[in-house]
């Protein structure tokens, strides 16, 4: 079973950058994953905001974008804003009898 | 508008049995996978597992594999999460998203199972 690693937790100076990843225990991290990133705040459900490695839905800040990077997804978030800090967590899609696999979680302080 | 409103809070005994729901609405519901999500108190996202109400193809995650089944009704564009015997550790938030891509979420279903 495959195991999905992001980093426990990262801070980042209002208006600045930073880069959160999702690494897989199976390998690199593909296009063939189709990686997502989700964003959740205490006590809300989670939000969407990025699918397919680097598509947003329309309801998706400017500021935050996704790649591929060294092997992992990534999502970068620039211009970092107060209402930015929450939980992030991406997912991973895998072949066979476990389609998806979530990540363990980003906690990211706006400070 | 796209909604998905799921079932509300339910409290339960260990060894109840339960079904929660999620209704999906302002979309062609037969078109897109369902997916279930957990949350334990405190932790992070587990995905459980996935429907398409289009032909009922289900697919679980190995953890809840036997824990769990999940259904669909198309009649009425609701997908299901039920247990045939509740412990105290599947106390937690539940969640439907809808998937492929997945975009929409259910506001959540806390189950809380306590003697």
């Known amino acids: 079973q495959a195991v999905v690693t992001q980093e426990p937790s990262l801070t980042v100076s209002p208006g600045g950058t930073v880069t959160l990843t999702c690494g897989s225990s199976?390998?690199?991290?593909?296009?063939?994953?189709?990686p997502y990133w989700f964003q959740q705040k205490p006590g809300q459900a989670p939000r969407t905001l990025i699918y397919d490695t680097s598509n947003k839905h329309s309801w998706t800040p400017a500021r935050f974008s996704g790649s591929l990077l060294g092997g992992k997804a990534a999502l970068t978030l620039s211009g970092a804003q107060p209402e930015d800090e929450a939980e992030y967590y991406c997912?991973?899609?895998?072949?066979?009898?476990?389609?998806?696999?979530f990540g363990t979680g980003t906690k990211v302080t706006v400070l | 508008e796209v909604q998905l409103v799921q079932s509300g809070a339910e409290v339960k005994k260990p060894g109840e049995s339960l079904k929660i729901s999620c209704k999906g609405s302002g979309y062609s519901f037969t078109s897109y996978w369902i997916g279930w999500v957990r949350q334990m108190p405190g932790k992070g996202l587990e995905w459980m597992g996935i429907?398409?109400?289009?032909?009922?193809?289900?697919r679980y995650s190995p953890s809840f594999q036997g824990q769990v089944t999940i259904s669909a009704d198309k009649s009425i564009s609701t997908a299901y999460l039920q247990w045939s015997s509740l412990k105290a550790s599947d106390t937690a938030m539940y969640y439907c998203?809808?998937?492929?891509?997945?975009?929409?979420w259910g506001q959540g279903t806390l189950v809380t199972v306590s003697s």
């Open positions: 199976t390998g690199a991290v593909t296009s063939g994953h189709y």
């Open positions: 997912l991973l899609s895998y072949s066979g009898a476990r389609p998806y696999v």
């Open positions: 998203a809808r998937f492929s891509p997945c975009d929409y």
């Open positions: 429907i398409y109400p289009g032909d009922s193809d289900t």
